[in-house]
């Protein structure tokens, strides 16, 4: 379960870093965050390269669907906005089509 944990860091590391982004350029919060923008991003993409598989961008694929489940928890624990039944058919949709790109059949 080691991918498990270096998805879920990747994507808490992503989305914190845009977030800082998002506070500075919309939130009118002081440029200075980011500073800890640009170095959550950096750890997004280091913890993303601890995933082993064949190729980038099979990965890079099935992150998008833990991006996108860890979105919509980032969207309720830190903007206090609960994901309604759409984001959670959306989310299990996204969760389901990572799974198959991860462990779906391919030829050795």
Do not use: H
């Not at 980038?56 to 980032?74: D, E, M, N, P």
């Not at 309604?84 to 299990?92: C, E, P």
């Amino acid at each position: 379960m080691y991918w498990v944990a270096v998805y879920a860091g990747a994507a808490i590391a992503e989305i914190a870093g845009c977030f800082a982004f998002w506070a500075w350029l919309r939130l009118d919060k002081s440029a200075w965050w980011a500073v800890p923008g640009v170095l959550s991003l950096i750890v997004f993409a280091l913890l993303l390269t601890r995933i082993d598989a064949a190729f980038a961008g099979r990965t890079y694929a099935a992150y998008g669907g833990v991006y996108i489940a860890a979105s919509l928890s980032w969207l309720w624990l830190i903007e206090g906005q609960r994901p309604d039944r759409w984001d959670l058919i959306g989310a299990t949709v996204c969760l389901l089509g990572a799974a198959i790109i991860l462990w779906g059949p391919r030829p050795a």
